[in-house]
């Protein structure tokens, strides 16, 4: 990369520029899919997984994400070495991990112990080469350092029994027995010291590249309890009771930031994605809005939620960050993940929306969980779509992507009311972006300056483009516009001439 890391725009907070290089000053628009173990071996069907942990080939994941147009990834930090999915038929048994395995003694998955006051330089060697690479064709990457779904929310025992933190599985006597051990303050003095270590050497590790963010950690608790019919689907007996993770994860971003200030790094945006489970759903994002990150990736905050209810119960609706996302309003910048409320969904419709009111939308891809090939078929009994399922919200996310790059992304603002469809990126007077989604055939309507535009017409679905006649507006005035394409959503681009 050209340029020198991110960091929020003064001008347009919706989006990141690089401090230095020829792009300084341009905004960073982000988008791409991602899978958990794209940074760990050992994800496959099965609930046991094979002796030799499987490998992803990240090469190849590279080219995926490139030939789609992509430039951004999550870099997912699994903390368990015997773990499973929930409502899935398959393992997550990751390695490596950040701590050297010396035994005396076998972990929960067969393997020498962990020594938690020795870390393993293999493992951030492997890290800093997947950052490395990434960079080199042009991808941004999001560096998780914690992950907090596994430990409460996969299937017991391993969600606990399956961590190098558990007693059984390192020998220093560390014996954490919940997610509370690990995440909510107050921690135990050594484990709080362990978890430092560990973060200092990640920083440590990347702190030169410019294509790092930083991740605090995946869907940790917030202070909420989960229903008896959604602990009986994660396989317990009963709701347990989990801990308020929002002061440790403060403590994380305060960690990182003073780890950088002190050695005289070039600081990198952090982020804070959705806690789950929280007391008050419809206030989720809450404690993300209120921290010191840089970036949030919220989640189900619905009004449908209100008076205790929980997207986990059965015959939830889709959130409307999926269907109508809520306009950015800079307060912070959104990398809007389906991970954290529409799991398992995915398309063009909504990479365009998302992109149009502001946001970054990034794809938790589950078609990757077969593999990196299209095939017509999931892996075997996954539960998990397969991979073509998912190819329309892909090339879209590239699509959106190149319009981005194509525009002053820096001076434009998401509109509802400059466009009768609701969907318009726009700097009037100078560009227009505008997205009729219905697909319905009928004439939409742009409120435009005075101006003579360059028009460009944009098939969602098939990808097509084609120029429209050129536009001559004497004084601003409302323009009705009709798609040239048969039946479908399109986006017509509008460029002063």
């Known amino acids: 990369m050209r340029n020198g890391p991110l960091a929020v725009s003064t001008r347009n907070p919706r989006y990141f520029t ?15 899919s991602h899978i958990w173990n794209n940074l760990h071996d050992g994800m496959g069907p099965g609930p046991d997984g094979p002796d030799e942990p499987e490998r992803l080939d990240f090469p190849a994941y590279l080219r995926f994400l490139t030939e789609r147009g992509h430039n951004f990834i999550r870099l997912w930090r699994w903390e368990h070495v015997r773990s499973q999915a929930a409502g899935g038929n398959y393992h997550l048994n990751m390695s490596p991990q950040p701590w050297a395995r010396t035994g005396p003694g076998t972990a929960k998955d067969g393997k020498l112990r ?34 907090g779904w596994a430990l409460h929310l996969s299937p017991p025992p391993d969600h606990i029994e399956g961590h190098p933190f558990h007693a059984g599985n390192n020998i220093n006597g560390v014996a954490a027995s919940s ?38 950690s995946n869907e940790s608790c917030g202070g909420g309890t989960v229903t008896d019919e959604v602990a009986a689907f994660l ?22 930031k003073q780890h950088e200030a002190a050695r005289g790094y070039d600081a990198h945006p952090i982020g804070m994605t959705m806690q789950f489970p929280v007391p008050e759903q419809t206030k989720v994002n809450d404690p993300l809005l209120g921290s010191q990150a840089e970036w949030i990736s919220p989640g189900y905050d619905d009004e449908i939620f209100a008076g205790g ?7 939830a609706p889709p959130s409307r960050w999926y269907t109508d996302p809520p306009v950015a309003d800079g307060a912070k910048v959104v990398l809007s993940d389906t991970d954290h409320y529409a799991p398992g969904h995915g398309d063009a419709l909504w990479a365009w929306k998302s992109f149009l009111r502001g946001h970054h939308p990034v794809l938790m891809d589950y078609g990757l969980i077969a593999g990196l090939e299209p095939g017509d078929e999931p892996a075997a009994d996954t539960g998990v779509p397969p991979f073509a399922h998912y ?29 009768s469809t609701g969907y318009a990126l726009a700097n009037p007077g100078s560009e227009y972006l505008v997205l009729e989604p219905d697909g319905d055939g009928w004439a939409f309507t742009v409120d435009l300056h005075a101006g003579s535009y360059q028009v460009e017409w944009f098939d969602v679905t098939t990808r097509e483009t084609t120029p429209g006649d050129g536009l001559r507006v004497e004084s601003a005035r409302t323009v009705e516009f009709a798609s040239p394409f048969p039946p479908g959503p399109a986006v017509v681009y509008l460029r002063r001439a």
């Open 114 to 147: 962990f020594d938690l006051e020795r870390l393993d330089d293999g493992y951030f060697q492997r890290l800093r080469e997947r950052v490395t690479a990434a960079a080199e064709v042009g991808i941004y990457v999001g560096v998780m350092l914690f992950d």
């Open 179 to 216: 997610i509370n051990d690990l995440q909510v303050l107050p921690l135990d003095p050594r484990v709080r010291s362990l978890q430092e270590a560990y973060v200092h050497k990640v920083v440590d590790t990347l702190h030169d590249l410019p294509n790092v963010l930083w991740e605090v």
């Open 309 to 315: 209810g929980h997207p986990m119960a059965g015959g």
């Open 391 to 419: 190819e329309p919200a892909r090339w879209a996310m590239g699509d959106t992507l190149r319009y981005a790059q194509r525009m002053e992304l820096i001076d434009a603002a998401p509109r509802r009311d400059i466009a």
């Open 235 to 256: 396989g317990m007996d009963t709701a347990p009771s989990w801990g308020d993770s929002t002061g440790w994860q403060y403590w994380v971003i305060d960690t990182v």
């Open 18 to 32: 690089p401090t230095s290089g020829p792009d300084a000053g341009r905004a960073v628009y982000l988008t791409g």
